[in-house]
């Protein structure tokens, strides 16, 4: 327990905050922390994993770890299967491929597999699957469904993957899907809820493996058709017109994806079911008022085609967090603690006056500052971030 | 919006923020100097003069910074900014005579002097200012206008308030009253009036407070806060301004309550050193307002006044009656209330005019006062023949040259040594960057004094204000030692960055600790060199005793350690310094970009890093500077002289908080930073009870040590070679996967013909290679300071301080080099005395030696023995060619340490008498799983002794192997029954797989962790089927679990009755304590976490800190900590019995926890000792004790008796484990308990 040496400080609880809650993030830092040399980590605060609370040795109880209960939403209304089909398929018979991620009950799917398309269901919860293998058996080949947590795939920690976490390479392996180039077309739409719970931290992590190439992404320009709740759906589409709202998330989705709202539909004609699979009662007045917005979601073609690549998107958005965590300062103020290089004259070459507010800047804005600062020919040194704050980060 | 300012221009901000017309330093140092000047004549006249003089000076400062202000504002010529910054420093410069507050009164009128002309000088200035451009006159004089209004309206604001207000109307109307009568009634009269006015609100509950908040009184943050000011601003002759903030707090009834009777004694006192009677009389007046009883400090306080002002008789004697009426003892006055021999003599003589036959009462003899622990009675008994306490090696002579050194270094409070990385060489790029170098590092002293200085400007402002603001806590130290101590934090920034939290923290830390330095060296150096006479080799000493008790036979206990800071103190100072730090270090632009104009850029950097949802500021030197330090190549290396081993014998342990080192103050128990509730416990204890901790940590820091030279040299040797991580040496650098420019993408990544996820490919590589080096980087950092070190002791003798963790554990003090560490540490010390190896010794070390390669841990004595005769050919080879022979050594388990004992080896057999060859070697002999030892005796579980070596057995046990089997028993049981995992783990299972889980469990690790670490051993595995990884661990774990519970039966109820009534203790609302066998209280330091929030600055900082005592204790760690702790507690009680034991028997004992180290000849008899101790320990009704201590701690309050927690508490604590039947008395005879 007591570790004399160096860090004798490292034993502080001590952690540094300035304010929380405003950045999700995609896992837990546990694992990755391990790696980290104990030199660097003296003095941030200590990380340990979660001990389960045991007692000695002796207790005998063999519990079984169950990932914590966690409400999804699904379609459970034909008429609003049939809605999104007309929006997805339009007048086409043709026999398109869609991967629809955790369907439930399976209304979408059949509402899908009745139009002629080929669907690919990822469930996570294995209380669902029996039901829809019968409809699949139906339908001669034309639905497939995996035992796979979409929203889980590529989990950052090492262990060994037990479904439905599983890898993108295993599950695309699985169902013969090659990698496309980016420049060519989406392979394949996704549609899915994102998980209510934890919406924000979906979103993060689909945007980590699209700026990263990595994941799903791999394989292509996927795009993705998601129910999101209204709330979220208005920040992702934000902008300085709207500054209550705009956020570094706003920024991320919008230079990486062109963003069209499908459709907006009540809360009220989902069905929310815990875990094992019961139908939950919906406890909160206010989540029932709720919408929710079907978006698309469709990476740009030229996302990749300037100076932000998948080699430097982290330090796009780090600076993109850096700058929300304060979104009312200058951004001259931001522009300090992110390059050593001089801010005004950066500045300068945004043609941005030295007044301007993060708010005030679009997401072009901020691609361009990016790129500026990348490119700039001068200074040897262009950014004070480096990967040491990465592997805090991620 | 939290005020978070921004890292560069903060200072710029910072300051134009204020009212143009703040008057700066100099200003409000006059007027504090008016005070002092003021106090001995008791006028209250202030000294106009001085101050309009001072003003001059002021205004003119005021008026050049605001110019320069503008004139940036303005975006005007560079130069001319330039120059007028330069006109500001310059008539800075007599400033900073003048700056300093005198200490003494008279120095005061000197100062006044200096002061006057630098107003006449800097007038001048002002002319040629003036002079050099018409239109800057202009704007000058509109300033100055401004000013010059805002001044005069200020200028009795600023004054520092020195009348209390009062809130009882009463007591206001005699203040009144007395001011007005002043002239004709004399003040001291007054006083022995108010003093008879007995308190009338508070008295009774004040009284009862303190023993009704029992053990858990402390101040609460703020207080602490409070009370650390103002001790601070007495410590630096700030006496008026403590008065200030005391008088703004009196007057507020809101701040009021946070003012406790210590704070009033505590700036009465200071007048009273003073001799001025009116303050004095003041916060008597005060203290009284707040409805608070006078004690023995205060009526110290006015009765030292009165003794230094020669009052008359009569005012005397009627203080002296209502202090008699109070219920206090006249001779509490020169027993209880710490006092210099100064004080003590004015107390004296006061107390003689009244009473001209009183006789003080001797210095408290210290009562003979004896330890009670049944287990160290012989340690303590009086005159043994037996005894032979060990001496050491060395002369009188030589140990008091020692002692010269060791002080010399500690006075330096850093030492600098000399790096063991290889000689770069001396090319023009070197040079020419050592040279830049220290051009910077001149230029940022200068700017550092300048920073320092405005920062206690604005800091005196806060002050005056009637806020705590960190002015007394800056002028501590002096500025000359602050400078270099923020140079030397700059230097030593790792390039990553760090923390800013963690080093705030760090600063802060440094200048309390610097703070506290003692100063009486040459009472010290007497005193210390008496005392070696016990020690050294040709001195002879009366009688034999103990190092402790020859250090106090020769003098009084010292007077009582000062109050640690608080946390948000510590933090905020050291903030406040790293701010001065980030604005003032600056280097030439051209440093990074060579072809930009050659501005001033900032070196450090405040950015932000994320964890989880967190943000977390760090500072970051620029890359260019990183790069020029790494070209320099500077090799030299600077540690604080208390992380040094010391270079003489340390100071004997007479109390929780003197110890160890000469002049740095060094607490025995070290804990979690900012808790204090262990040292309220330690001083609580009587001190009779310590004394077998005290005596068994000077004993561990009391042996000699030195280098072992030929194995350093073959270290140093791979060290500056390639290093060879697997001999525990790390490579250099150079050897790391090195991406070729930082994170700089290389040229393919620009290519857009180059797909995306190539370049997410190559990301992840280099992000991998960083890594690495990363990893690379810190570890060969930890082994350069190690091995400088080394480099730097070799060929001297040195010790080892040590001190103690809060459950009694032992450590060395120093961290960087100690006998704790790698084997590679250890194999570099060896004991500095020797002792012949006698019949037996070479044997021993024979065995050690097989006992370090790890081979035959389940073989006999004898057998490891013959083994090493068998393989004397290899051993000899490695000794002679270590790097370039057969190179046997290097497959040990403990390679380095086996080589070192190769060496001795062959030294020895090579030796016309093995028998008479002097051998300095360490031989260890380790405790078999200890912790389930500590358990089996407890629990007197018969099984579980056979298999942790309590019982005598011709081959030693392994409870490894044991688990392992017991854990087959039951797969095969599984697998037969037809469970999957059972039956894939077949033939998996060995000692290996289960063996960490077993060592560990004892200290309580869980399931969760015990699945992570067979998981880890499963994956090792490479047949094995790694689907199943999961599932199997945990599988196994489980079984582990069932395997220990079947085998420690004992164990296992003692544990859950540990855990359970840690959980009733929590709940009740208290943290968990105990006493160890010795007599060391324990607390288990573990709360909810309490957030503190420092606010401003470059950033806000919020730490949160699990020792708040006033939070509820944290349930969960304290139920999970307790059996770990206890156990712990124990294992030290039983390494501390052997220790003291060995000390009469006269051998040199060191220890790592359970593993104890002696010479070789010496071995056989620490064995006995070790064994006796073990036996005697645990025949005391261990947990009975616990149990009745327990009760009469938690459960005998009876206010709290009906909780339904204390009840169940009780029932609990009353059914204690039933223990086996194992028979304790055959440890005695056990071989392999320690082998």
Known sequence: MWVPGVGLLSRLMLSAMTRAGRFCILKSGAVRLMDVPAGNRRGLSDYYPHLMPSVGFGKSSSRVYRCRSETKRYITSPRVAETLVRILRGKRKSCQLFLECNPGPGILTRALLESGAKVIALESDETFIPQLKSLGKKVNGRLEVVYCDFFKLDPRSRGILTPPVMTSDMLFQYLGIEAQPWSKGAPLKAIGILPPKNERSALWKLLHDLYSCTSIYKYGRLELNLFISEKECRKIMANPQNPSLYQALSVLCQIACGIKLLHTESCLSFGTYTANGQLAKQKHRESLEQNLCFIQLTPHRNLFAGTLTPFNYDVFFHMLRQCFMKRNAKLIDHLHSLSPIDAMHILKQIKKNKDVKVIDMYPEDFQHLFETIECSKDDNYKWLYDDFMEDVII | ?1235
């Open chain 2, 1 to 1235: 919006m939290s005020a978070v300012r921004w890292g560069r221009g903060a200072a710029g901000f910072g300051r134009a923020l204020w009212p143009a017309g703040t008057p700066g330093l100099l200003a409000e140092e006059g007027a504090l100097g008016g005070v002092w000047g003021r106090k001995r004549s008791s006028t209250a006249s202030p000294c106009e003069q001085d101050r309009r003089k001072d003003w001059g000076h002021a205004e003119l400062l005021e008026v050049l910074k605001a110019r320069v202000r503008q004139l940036q504002a303005e975006g005007m010529a560079e130069v001319t900014v330039k120059r007028v910054a330069k006109r500001v420093a310059v008539a800075r410069a007599p400033e900073a005579g003048g700056a300093q507050p005198p200490r003494q009164a008279p120095a005061g009128a000197k100062g006044a002097g200096a002061k006057g002309a630098a107003a006449t000088l800097s007038s001048r200035w002002a002319q040629k200012l003036d002079s050099d451009q018409q239109l800057m006159e202009k704007r000058k004089q509109r300033l100055e206008g401004k000013l010059q209004k805002r001044v005069e309206k200020g200028a009795w604001q600023k004054q520092l308030r020195l009348e209390p207000r009062l809130l009882s109307r009463k007591l206001a109307s005699q203040l009144q009253h007395w001011e007005q009568g002043a002239p004709r009634s004399p003040w001291e009269e007054q006083l022995a009036q108010l003093l008879q006015e007995a308190p009338h609100r508070l008295s009774s509950e004040a009284a009862a407070a303190p023993a009704d908040r029992g053990p858990e009184s402390r101040l609460e943050g703020q207080q602490q806060r409070l009370l650390s000011f103002f001790e601070c601003c007495l410590l630096t002759g700030h006496l008026p301004l403590a008065h200030h903030v005391l008088v703004t707090h009196h007057s507020k009834s809101q701040q009021q309550r946070l003012l406790t009777l210590s704070m009033y004694n505590m700036v009465m006192l200071g007048w009273a050193r003073q001799g001025s009677f009116k303050e004095l009389t003041y916060v008597f007046f005060m203290l009284k307002d707040a409805g608070l009883a006078p004690d023995l400090q205060s009526y110290a306080a006015a009765l030292q006044c009165m003794g230094r002002l020669d009052q008359d008789a009569g005012t005397i004697r009627r203080c002296l009656k209502q202090m008699a009426q109070d219920g206090l003892q006249l001779q509490g006055l020169f027993t209880a209330v710490p006092l210099s021999a100064e004080e003590r003599a004015e107390l004296l003589r006061a107390v003689r005019k009244a009473k001209p036959t009183f006789t003080p009462p001797r210095p408290p003899v210290p009562p003979p006062q004896v330890n009670t622990s049944p287990l160290l009675r012989e340690i303590y008994a009086k005159q043994d023949p037996a005894v032979s306490y060990p001496r050491l090696h060395l002369s009188l002579k030589e140990l008091q040259g020692l002692f010269q050194q060791q002080l010399r270094v500690e006075m330096a409070t850093t030492i600098t040594v000399e790096s063991v990385e290889k000689v770069p060489l001396l090319t023009k790029e070197v040079l020419h960057a050592r040279k830049t170098l220290a051009g910077l590092r001149t230029r940022w002293r200068t700017a550092l004094y300048r920073e320092l200085q405005e920062t206690k400007e604005s800091e005196a402002h806060a002050a005056r204000e009637g806020r705590l603001s960190l002015f007394p806590y800056l002028c501590l130290l002096s500025e000359k030692e602050v400078v270099r101590m923020l140079l030397q934090t700059l230097q030593a920034l790792p390039a990553q960055g760090e923390s800013l939290l963690f080093l705030a923290h760090e600063l802060g830390l440094r200048v309390f600790k610097r703070k506290q330095l003692r100063n009486e060296v040459q009472e010290l150096e007497q005193r210390y060199s008496k005392y070696l006479h016990l020690l050294a080799s040709d001195t002879q000493v009366a009688e034999p005793c103990l190092p402790r008790q020859h250090w106090e036979a020769l003098g009084v206990p010292e007077a009582p350690h000062e109050q640690p800071w608080p946390m948000s103190v510590v933090v905020q100072l050291g903030k406040q310094l790293a701010e001065v730090l980030v604005r003032a270090a600056q280097m030439p632009s051209s440093l990074a970009a060579p072809r930009s104009p050659g501005t001033l850029i900032p070196v450090l950097y405040h950015v932000y890093s994320f964890r989880s949802f967190r943000q977390i500021g760090i500072l970051k030197p620029h890359p260019a500077f990183t790069q020029l330090l790494e070209t320099a190549a500077e090799r030299t290396l600077t540690f604080e002289s208390t992380d040094v081993p010391m270079l003489c014998p340390p100071l004997p342990w007479t109390s929780p908080h003197s110890g160890a080192f000469l002049l740095s103050p060094t607490k025995m128990m070290r804990s979690v930073e900012g808790s204090q509730q262990h040292q309220l416990l330690l001083e609580r204890c009587p001190p009779a009870e310590l004394h077998g901790a005290l005596d068994a940590l000077t004993q561990l820091g009391n042996c000699a040590w030195r280098v072992n030279g030929r194995v350093l040299d073959l270290v140093l040797q791979l060290f500056a070679d390639k290093g060879c991580p697997r001999l525990g040496v790390p490579a250099p650098p150079s050897e790391a996967p090195r991406p070729p420019e930082g994170r700089r993408a290389p040229n393919r990544c620009l290519l857009p013909e180059v797909s995306p996820a190539e370049k997410a490919e190559m990301r992840r590589e280099l992000a991998r290679r960083l890594k690495v080096a990363r990893e690379m980087q810190s570890l060969r950092a930890d082994a350069l300071y190690r091995l400088s070190l080394a480099r730097h002791l070799r060929h001297r003798v040195f010790w080892l301080p040590h001190n103690m963790d809060f459950r009694g554990r032992t450590y060395p003090c120093s961290p960087h080099f100690n006998h704790l560490g790698s084997d590679l540490a250890r194999a570099l010390l060896e004991f500095a005395q020797g002792r012949p190896l006698g019949p037996h010794g070479l044997n021993w070390l024979k065995i050690h030696l097989v006992n370090l390669t790890g081979l035959k841990k389940r073989e006999s004595l004898q057998a490891r023995r013959d083994y090493a005769d068998e393989l004397m050919e290899d051993i000899l080879d490695s000794a002679d060619r270590p790097m370039t022979g057969r190179k046997w050594w290097m497959e040990a388990d403990e390679p380095w340490q086996a080589l070192a004992c190769c060496m001795e080896v062959a030294r020895a057999v090579r030796a016309p008498d093995p028998a008479a060859y002097v051998s300095h070697f360490p031989v260890h002999q380790d405790g078999s799983c200890n912790g389930l030892q500590h358990y089996a005796a407890l629990g007197r579980d018969s099984v579980g002794a056979a298999s942790v070596n309590l019982l005598p057995s011709d081959l030693p046990q392994d409870v490894y192997s044991e688990v392992a089997a017991q854990v087959e028993v039951f797969r095969r049981q599984d697998a037969e029954q037809g469970v999957q995992v059972a039956q894939v783990l077949e033939g998996f299972i060995s000692r290996k797989v289960v063996k960490q889980t077993v060592m560990t469990v004892v200290y309580g690790v869980t399931r969760y962790g015990g699945r992570l670490q067979i998981e880890k051993r499963l994956r090792e595995i490479h047949d094995f089927p790694q689907d199943f990884v999961w599932e199997a661990s945990h599988y196994l774990v489980r079984q582990v679990f069932n395997s220990l519970q079947e085998m420690f039966s004992g164990t296992r109820s003692i544990q859950r009755w540990l855990t359970e009534s840690a959980r009733l203790i929590s709940h009740t609302g208290s943290a968990v304590e105990w006493v160890t066998p010795l007599g060391i209280p324990i607390i288990q330091p573990y709360h909810r976490d309490s957030k503190v929030m420092i606010k401003g600055g470059l950033q806000s900082l919020t730490f949160s800190s699990s020792v708040d005592t006033s939070q509820k204790p944290n349930t969960l760690k304290q139920k999970n900590g307790f059996p770990p702790n206890f156990i712990h507690s124990l294992d030290s009680s039983h390494m501390m019995l052997t220790a003291l034991h060995c000390y009469r028997k006269g051998l040199t004992f060191v220890s790592v926890h359970d593993c104890f180290w002696t010479h070789a000849a010496d071995v056989a008899v620490m064995n006995q000792v070790c064994r006796e101790q073990f036996v005697r320990l645990h025949s005391q009704p261990i947990l009975h004790n616990l149990s009745r201590f327990l009760i009469e701690r938690f459960c005998s309050d009876p206010r709290t008796s009906k909780s339904i927690w204390v009840s169940r508490l009780m029932d609990t604590l009353l059914s204690v484990p039933k223990t086996g039947t194992f028979n304790l008395e055959q440890v005695k005879h056990s071989t392999y308990f320690f082998s």
